[in-house]
């Protein structure tokens, strides 16, 4: 009987062993969604997200070697019971830190996603940590500025995005850009252009 107890005790002490050479072995897990910002107007409900790219056959790859993210999400609230939801996903073309003189990476959603003409559009972008503004201007030449912001250490370390600047809104209806440009923070034009990929 005590020889018994002894095998069974050397066993489990063996299954623990390898349980726990396991979990040091395995890859770290990829990088999580970290909201940007997100809101409310009347019916229609929005969010933007980031990370970097990588799902269970990436985890553990380096940041440097991973494209940045956005994931932009809509929601139509019609009733208590009835809802229309859409989400929009969109990577840097290229791994590692953006470009400040380069376009940035941008993604925009709808409401509705389909149809009619757009009741809400939510933006998101990201920049190169060199890029502290933003001018955005539409067609007969109206522009706005917008400041971008610091990823804070939890979004930095969770979506794996330190080194990054960020910008996330919604507006009323179609957003309609002719031109962007990226502004540093002694006011200089790192690039400007059109937008890659044209919201309207």
Not at 10 to 24: F, K, Q
């Amino acid at each position: 009987m005590g020889r018994l107890l002894k095998r069974i005790a050397l066993t489990a002490i063996a299954g623990m062993a390898l349980s726990v050479s396991s979990a040091i072995a395995a890859p770290a897990a990829s990088s999580a969604w970290v909201v940007l910002d997100h809101g409310r107007q009347g019916d229609y409900l929005w969010t933007v997200k980031a990370r970097r790219s990588g799902g269970p056959a990436e985890a553990g790859a380096q940041s440097d070697r991973r494209e940045p993210c956005l994931l932009v999400g809509t929601k139509w609230m019609r009733s208590r019971f009835s809802y229309g939801r859409s989400r929009y996903r969109q990577c840097a073309d290229a791994p590692g830190t953006p470009v400040a003189t380069e376009a940035p990476l941008v993604a925009s959603g709808v409401v509705p996603s389909s149809g009619s003409q757009a009741r809400l559009t939510a933006v998101g972008m990201i920049f190169s940590s060199r890029v502290r503004r933003v001018r955005i201007t539409y067609a007969g030449g109206n522009s706005t500025t917008i400041p971008t912001s610091r990823f804070s250490p939890a979004q930095s370390r969770d979506g794996e995005l330190s080194g990054l600047r960020y910008a996330a809104f919604s507006v009323r209806g179609p957003w309609c850009p002719e031109v962007m440009a990226s502004i540093s923070a002694s006011g200089r034009t790192l690039w400007e252009g059109a937008p890659e990929q044209h919201p309207c």
